[in-house]
């Protein structure tokens, strides 16, 4: 049996939009190196073809896309410059602030995120981990 690190296979978020959803997505993911590893008819998708992956899809039962209360995906960054990449290129794309960049160490010491709603409301958060400030390099 084949051991397996990884936590999920992906995470679907609706939107009720998908033109406006690929132009909210495509500069904020780009901010965080992650690409689109297939086309998909009606659906948004990025991380890698043999790991996880987010898709962005209209309902497929057609009724309205809605968010959770209390539900969020956490995105990894590969350092704290991207975490701020990211909440920039959110807010110029059409999402809104819920949380600014910046240490959260109730998490951990090094625990660095921001949080953003795409245009659809769902709650999108990156994070580094790293111990390190890249951002003045």
Known sequence: MRERHAIFSH????????????????????MLGLTMPFEMPGAIVYGTLDGQKIFIVSPFNGK???????????????????????HAAALAHGGSDEGPPG??????QHYYAAYVRDPDGNKLQAVCHDDTDDRAA
């Open 11 to 30: 995470i679907t978020l609706g939107t009720n939009d998908i033109e406006r959803a690929r132009a909210f997505y495509a500069p904020v993911m780009a």
């Open 64 to 86: 309205a896309a809605s968010t959770g209360n209390g539900n969020h995906t956490a995105l990894l960054a590969p350092d704290r410059a991207a975490v701020d990449a990211f």
């Open 103 to 108: 240490l959260r160490p109730h998490y951990h």
